[in-house]
Nanobody, 127 residues
Framework: QVQLMESGGGSVQAGGSLRLSCAAS????????MGWFRQFPGKKREGVAT????????YIADSVKGRFTISQDNAKSAVYLEMNNLQPGDTAWYYC????????????????????WGLGTQVTVSS
């Protein structure tokens, strides 16, 4: 099992930036992919970005492409989400997730390929 803990959420004005961090612990050697997902109030969870634990094959959803960047630090078992030019439409709970053993990173629209989840961090963007 892998435990994940997000940090870095908060409230910003439109056009601002935030950097989310996710630290993994436990059987991190088994992680193959890490990702960020978000959930709007009353909506289903959606994929934001994923990356291989080797740092390759990053995927960014079209809705945030050009504004968000995902990166990882294998030595720290961590993944980050740099969010720039935030808009009110980005207001959501953001969750970190990890996939184990299966190295098939890339697009995941709803996180169904991920079994390990953090508790989330809230991002609020005001206009």
């Amino acid at each position: 099992q892998v435990q994940l803990m997000e940090s870095g959420g908060g409230s910003v004005q439109a056009g601002g930036s935030l950097r989310l961090s996710c630290a993994a612990s436990g059987h991190t050697y088994s992680m193959t992919c890490m990702g960020w997902f978000r959930q709007f109030p009353g909506k289903k969870r959606e994929g934001v970005a994923t990356i291989s634990t080797r740092g390759d094959n990053p995927y960014i959803a079209d809705s945030v492409k050009g504004r968000f960047t995902i990166s990882q630090d294998n030595a720290k078992s961590a993944v980050y989400l740099e969010m720039n030019n935030l808009q009110p439409g980005d207001t959501a709970w953001y969750y970190c997730a990890a996939r184990l053993f299966v190295r098939d990173c890339g697009r995941d629209d709803d996180g169904s390929g991920y079994a390990n989840w953090g508790l989330g961090t809230q991002v609020t963007v005001s206009s």
